[in-house]
């Protein structure tokens, strides 16, 4: 007996000293993942212990969790996150990246997470508006220069004829008063028609008359007919319904971006811009007409400006085109993209993804 529990206590002893412990348990995968700011898919965010959040951020953070793997966040500009994924210096990309025949040929994607679609931001613009921009117009301008013209023609005719035999119609003793008298008469046969027949002197004074009567009556009914239909011409070219009013305004879209090459597929001249921001701004100012830009990126920060009020005078029209859907990217062909589907598939239908997007999306209105 002794003999056996000596042989046990050798064997113990030796597998103490001559099998290595275990102290711990194997390290998680720590993977770099290349992203650019695009809320609120990616909100860059000083608070948060990846340094940004969002809807896109959620979705990975679950698809870590499932997947066992940590990762590190890194932000670039667009290209610059997609050369990221292509030379292999990050694992994947996360943003608002639209699924495209054409990035397909460069990289994977994962399954969709979003469907989502194109949209135009405008001004609203008020029947005030269109008044405002008929007389500051250039052709308003030009006729009214007109106007002014041909009267200051007829009026020094009428002065030179009359001034010295008609005490009547030119009575201002000052030099500005007398300028602003004599241009009174031409104003009067361009609009109303001239002074009265027997208030002239002289026979070309007359003639004058004759002919500023008859043709005032055309030129008032000219006028008319002209700012009507610059009215209903300004109001047709500025209320902008879909894309197929954007040819005749000024457009501002993301370079390189899905909205900027929809509008290079329809022919539509646009200003390329580096950030939705900044092209909500200059529509606030007035420097561009409308903005073609992802339907979800536009609500969310509209809603936010609105909150800080900001963009209060602008708004999304509901027309619906250039559907898309966004994925995350992987390198081609990359070996977990199924394990990675199956968690991101997973992670969609928790109630949880419903109740995030509303709480980013839906008060907008």
């Keep these: 007996m002794q003999l056996v529990f000596r042989g046990i206590l050798v064997l113990l002893i030796t597998f103490l000293f001559f099998i290595p412990p275990v102290y711990g348990q194997v390290t998680k995968p720590n993977v770099l993942i290349a992203v650019h700011e695009c809320e609120p898919f990616v909100i860059e965010d000083d608070t948060s212990e990846k340094g940004y959040t969002g809807l896109s951020i959620y979705l990975l953070e679950q698809m870590a969790q499932k997947k066992n793997f940590d990762y590190q966040l890194k932000g670039y500009s667009l290209s610059g996150m997609l050369d990221a994924v292509r030379n292999g210096e990050a694992f994947g990309a996360v943003s608002c990246i639209s699924i495209t025949s054409e990035r397909e040929k460069d990289f994977d994607f994962t399954h969709s997470f979003f469907e989502t679609h194109l949209a135009i931001a405008t001004r609203q613009s008020g029947p005030l508006s269109y008044i405002f921009k008929i007389f500051t117009s250039k052709k308003f301008l030009q006729v009214m220069g007109g106007i002014f013209a041909i009267s200051a023609v007829i009026s020094i005719f009428l002065w030179l004829f009359e001034h010295k035999l008609n005490s009547k119609l030119y009575t201002a003793k000052h030099t500005s008063g007398k300028i602003i008298e004599a241009f009174i008469p031409g104003l009067l046969c361009i609009t109303k028609g001239p002074p009265s027949y027997w208030m002239l002197h002289t026979m070309p004074s007359r003639l004058l008359a004759v002919i500023g009567s008859i043709g005032s009556t055309f030129i008032v009914a000219g006028i008319t007919a002209l700012v009507a239909s610059a009215l209903t011409t300004q109001q047709l070219s500025d209320r902008i319904r879909g894309p197929q009013d954007l040819h005749n305004v000024t457009v501002g879209a993301l370079n ?95 109630p949880k993804w419903k109740a995030i997007q509303d709480n980013y999306l839906k008060s907008f209105k």
């Design 256 to 350: 390189s971006s899905t909205s900027s090459r929809y509008l290079d597929r329809i022919e539509v001249n646009y200003q390329g811009y580096e950030s939705v921001e900044a092209m909500l701004t200059d529509l606030e100012e007035k420097k561009i007409d409308a903005i073609v830009e992802d339907a979800p990126v536009l609500q969310y920060l509209l809603k936010k400006g609105h909150s800080e009020n900001k963009f209060m005078e602008i708004d999304i029209l509901p027309t619906v085109f250039e559907k898309q859907n966004y994925g995350m990217i992987l390198p081609q062909e990359h070996r977990l993209r199924d394990g990675l589907n199956q968690a991101l598939l997973e992670a969609r239908q928790n």
